[in-house]
């Protein structure tokens, strides 16, 4: 067992070690050290961070540490094993207790336990007060007990589970052991319950950042639902999706709207058989599937990594809901998007559901009245117009600085005010008073839209003034605006399996014109958008100089489908889902870093000794083939950082530290004329960086000439090849030239023939 009673410089020195052996990672996020810390010294915790923020580490790293075991109580059979699948493939010794192993595994299990390798535990909680497991647990010399999801245990929390409340039993059990109970969506009131129920001794309570800078929160009106999931679909094509749906009959009429739409999407709900599920779970996983509308059924136990889109079809039923599952986007800190299409009539479907359930005794009365709280807040906040980001931060207990976050559809302005929005507001109120405010909203839309249904004829409704009079407006669209109004509070819905309309407290003033409405809609087509990155996103990290902007070029995304594809391919042969074999953030790096040893290789953050050994060949030789075909440098970044672990005297000399502000001042120097050479030394730079500076540049700025740097002579031939090329690559270009003009020279000639109005299509970036 390592020695943790040495200076605070030894235990720095030994959580380095360790985070590199078995992690590959060069430093700890924020309050992962101080989690780490408390792991090591025995004392009970409550780490709040959110998903991303890297709570798994927290008890991963201190159990191989301290070499002792860690019991690990998960809820999901699904989400133990993707860790356990993980874990073994950094070569940490981790198992999972369920009833779904088979007899190999088991006889694993029992021998890892045996002869004291097993360092990591997993098990539910179901499993886990089993008279025979528990019996035999409490008899192993535990490190400590790590409580994952632990906002299950408080009926204050978005996903109480009842079984989570026997985990305080363990108090009796196992007094000596220390409690970690880690979860990425607890309001102050949650975490009360969660330090209360567990009976945590003097924790360490430890609270991250709820804000997700990587994520674009969007809540736009819903009135064309399959248009609207369909047109964020194609937003991030070849993504993955994940749309959550309130009812399961939703998410197959969905799924099957998607598919006649051209959109390979499945359907996952609990209705489902186990089959079925446990099929469509495993190819979402292993990237075979890319879309799923899903219940909120779907999630909890979906870990993978590179999901950039999540959209929320109807209203969740709470914002720790809400959180938790726009949290599946983004997991790797890279840019994601998450739309919530809202109705108000959302509230009320979730406000039957819960009475519903109270009725039939599956809550007590506290229960349901905590869940009716949550659905308010929520309604509040699809409902609001201000700033996504802060509206989350503040709900979570948190102040949020910034006054405009650049990632959410309010700050990015993306609703605008509709201009006759008072009149319709008039007319739809109208039609409510005159049919007696005591139908539906489809009712009086199609009153409004002048529908000659039988009903509304016996009614004699035909004949009110304002029959027809939004006649021009489509339903979905009048449906949104009553939304609106609702939210408002210039309508009221009923509860009920059958709600109605009634005026609001200043409806009459809006009738008599004493009171503006307002009415909003999209402005326009929505884009992908990267979102901010955090303030410390260019730094020098663990020992690595990172390069200033991440955002890859035509030939990068080219390298990063190919690792995609290998990443697929390795993990199809481990049967396991490809996130864990690495993240999408490690191949994007491995897609700027280039590196073309086993050196640069295990420098790359997500990369340890253990992957570089399974792994580490087959990457680099990837890389190598690529940056070869398409003239890349290797060991390089655009912005001129090589990836290089430092010396104690600081970076290797051959490697100038990162200076702001290169592109701009290459472009200073192009637009003078200077050569690739003079360039190269003016800004510090290596030739084959400075010279993809000039071919971007020539890209961007579309120079009338670029003779400064290449002959006239050497610019025909290689013009000449490129026009013959099927293809555009450079690998046969260079050797048809036979090597006479350097891989740069090329590219900064295909930059300017993509530029030209030859009237043939450019070659393929």
């Keep these: 067992m390592a020695d943790l009673t040495d200076s605070a410089d030894s235990r720095d020195a030994l959580i380095t070690a360790n985070l590199q052996r078995w992690f590959g990672l060069p430093s700890l996020r924020p309050l992962q050290r101080e989690a780490i810390d408390a792991a090591l010294d025995g004392r009970d915790s409550l780490v709040v961070l959110p998903t991303g923020g890297g709570k798994s580490l ?36 981790a198992a999972a207790a369920h009833g779904n192993l088979s007899e190999a595994a088991r006889a694993e ?83 009360d319950d969660i330090a209360a129920q567990l009976r945590l001794q003097d924790p360490v309570t430890l609270v991250g950042t709820f804000d997700r800078p990587e994520l674009v929160y969007r809540v736009l009106p819903r009135h064309d639902l399959e248009a609207q999931v369909e047109e964020a679909i194609k937003r991030h094509p070849d993504a993955a999706t994940i749309v959550y749906c309130i009812a399961r009959k939703e998410t197959e009429a969905l799924a099957a709207a998607l598919q006649r739409r051209g959109i390979a999407a499945e359907a996952y709900h609990a209705g489902l058989s186990a089959e079925l599920r446990t099929q469509r779970s495993a190819d979402f996983r292993a990237e075979r599937l890319n879309v799923v509308v899903a219940t909120v059924a779907f999630g ?61 005794g599956e809550g007590d009365s506290g229960a349901l ?19 996504r980001h802060r509206a989350i931060s503040e709900y979570f207990g948190q102040a949020y600085e910034d006054p405009n976050c650049g990632a959410c559809d309010v700050c990015l302005d993306e609703l605008e005010e509709v201009p006759d929005g008072q009149v319709i507001a008039q007319k739809i109120l109208s039609a409510v008073v005159r049919t007696g405010q005591r139908f539906g909203a489809n009712y009086v839309i199609d009153v409004l839209r002048g529908s000659r249904g039988e009903k509304i004829i016996a009614r004699g409704h035909h004949e009110l003034p304002t029959f027809g009079l939004c006649r021009d407006l489509p339903a979905a669209r ?10 408002a509070g210039l309508l009221v819905r009923s509860d009920g399996e059958y709600p109605t309309l009634s005026l609001g407290a200043q409806s009459k003033s809006v009738l008599q014109g004493e009171h503006r409405a307002v009415l909003r809609m999209p402005k326009q087509a ?11 996103s260019s730094r ?24 995609r594809g290998l990443r ?15 993240s999408d953030a490690t191949l994007e790096e491995l897609s700027l870093l280039r590196p073309a040893s086993p050196a640069t290789f295990l420098a790359v953050r997500g990369v340890g000794p253990k992957k570089l050994e399974s792994f580490g060949e087959r990457f680099l030789a990837t890389i190598k083939s690529h940056c070869q075909e398409h003239g890349l440098p290797v060991d390089s970044v655009l912005a001129g950082e090589v990836l290089v672990p430092e010396t104690s005297e600081g970076p290797e000399q051959s490697i100038a530290p990162p200076r702001p502000g290169n592109r701009e001042a290459a472009a200073a120097l192009f637009r003078r004329g200077v050569s690739i050479e003079d360039a190269a030394a003016s800004l510090g730079r290596a030739l084959s960086t400075t010279a993809q500076y000039l071919a971007d540049w020539i890209s961007e700025e579309r120079p009338t000439s670029i003779a400064p740097w290449i002959s006239a002579s050497d610019e025909a031939r290689v013009r000449s090849a490129l026009l013959q090329s099927e293809d555009g690559r450079l690998k046969p270009i260079f050797e048809a030239l036979q090597g006479e003009v350097p891989y740069e020279l090329i590219r900064l000639v295909k930059a300017q023939l993509q530029n030209s109005s030859l009237g043939t299509d450019p070659p393929r970036a």
Excluded at 478 to 487: A, E, F, P, R, T
Excluded at 568 to 582: C, D, Q
């Design 58 to 93: 927290c008890y991963q790293l201190p159990a191989m540490i301290r070499d002792r075991l860690v019991l690990v109580v998960s809820p999901l059979i699904a989400l133990m094993q993707d860790q356990v699948d993980g874990l073994r493939l950094l070569g940490v010794p």
């Design 109 to 191: 299990l029992r021998t890892m336990a045996k002869n004291g390798t097993l360092r990591l535990l997993f098990v539910a909680p179901e499993r886990l007060f089993q008279d025979d497991f528990l019996r035999w647990i409490v008899t192993r010399d535990l490190a400590g007990i790590a409580i994952d999801e632990a906002h299950c245990i408080s009926q204050w929390g978005h996903d109480f589970r009842p079984e989570y409340r026997r985990l305080s039993e363990l108090r009796e059990r196992l007094p000596g052991v220390a409690f970690h109970a880690f979860t990425a969506t607890a309001t102050p009131r949650v975490r």
């Design 300 to 360: 909890m136990g979906i870990d993978r990594s590179d999901v950039r889109l999540v959209v929320h079809a109807g209203m969740p039923k709470s914002l720790e809901a809400y959180q938790q599952e726009t949290g599946r986007a983004g997991r790797d800190g890279l840019p994601a998007e998450c739309l919530l299409l809202y109705s108000a009539a959302d509230a009320a479907k979730w406000r039957s559901l819960m009475q519903r359930g109270g009725k039939e």
């Design 369 to 387: 009245d905590a869940q009716l709280q949550l659905l308010q807040q929520m309604q509040r906040f699809a409902g609001s117009v201000r700033c």
């Design 478 to 487: 009048l449906g949104n605006y009553i939304d609106q109004l609702v939210d």
């Design 526 to 536: 929505l884009v992908a958008r990267g979102s901010r990155r955090r303030d410390d």
């Design 540 to 563: 020098r990290e663990g020992g690595v100089t990172r390069r200033e902007t991440t955002e890859l070029n035509a030939a990068e995304k080219e390298l990063f489908q190919a690792l």
């Design 568 to 582: 697929r391919a390795i993990a199809t042969e481990l049967a396991v889902p490809p996130y864990v074999v690495f």
